[in-house]
T-cell receptor, first 113, second 122 residues
């Protein structure tokens, strides 16, 4: 039973355009949401996060939007660059220090030059 | 630049053999996670530790998997006996989690991952 879902296994976008990666979650106790990026043969690296008290967090070309009522978040990359081609994992955790970080299955993004 | 170190990077073994994967977390981090990456499940949580004590290992097949932290600089994941279905990439991640804050909170350090151990069981 997956608590964090990324229903699109892959996405292709033209360079310069917007990439939108989606994530849905089922556990209403999740309080923090994160995006990680993974290149082949490397471990995932942290990209951006958002707390449940916010609905938007921005860091340069990356913006994460959170819709708590829909249990949905999305990562926007504008403009997309070829170096953004990677697997993107959505993750979530609860508010207590014992809560673990649960990852989704990932979305493979290809940015076409 | 501090990083999580995992050894070995690759391991090929025959079914039934014991496999030991090692992880050196970042110095000062108090939380260690073990994840397994598969095509179907993505990053699947196997176990995690806080201050070397196991907090949750419900994601591990108990009969064959075991995870330990003999000291603060070493975490191990063992599979005995290994099976072909264990073939995957195993990642270790460490972080500093403050008391009263969720592991994903921006008050904590984000999880830092090692580059993984690619295990193939034939």
């Amino acid at each position: 039973d997956q608590q964090v879902k990324q229903n699109s296994p892959s996405l292709s976008v033209q360079e310069g355009r917007i990439s939108i990666l989606n994530c849905d979650y089922t556990n209403s106790m999740f309080d923090y949401f994160l995006w990680y990026k993974k290149y082949p043969a490397e471990g995932p690296t942290f990209l951006i996060s958002i707390s449940s008290i916010k609905d938007k967090n921005e860091d340069g070309r990356f913006t994460v939007f959170l819709n708590k009522s829909a249990k949905h978040l999305s990562l926007h990359i504008v403009p997309s660059q070829p170096g953004d081609s990677a697997v993107y994992f959505c993750a979530a955790s609860g508010k207590t220090s014992y809560d673990k970080v649960i990852f989704g299955p990932g979305t493979s993004l290809s940015v076409i030059p | 630049d501090a990083r999580v170190t995992q050894t070995p990077r690759h391991k090929v073994t025959e079914m039934g053999q014991e496999v030991t994967m090692r992880c050196q977390p970042i110095l000062g981090h108090n939380t260690v996670f073990w994840y397994r990456q598969t095509m179907m499940q993505g990053l699947e949580l196997l176990a995690y530790f806080r201050n070397r004590a196991p907090l949750d290992d419900s994601g591990m097949p108990k009969d064959r998997f075991s995870a330990e932290m003999p000291d603060a600089t070493l975490a191990t994941l063992k599979i005995q006996p290994s099976e072909p279905r264990d073939s995957a990439v195993y990642f270790c991640a460490s972080g500093l989690v403050l008391s009263g804050r969720g592991a994903g909170s921006s008050y904590n350090s984000p999880l830092h991952f090692g580059n993984g151990t690619r295990l193939t069981v034939t």
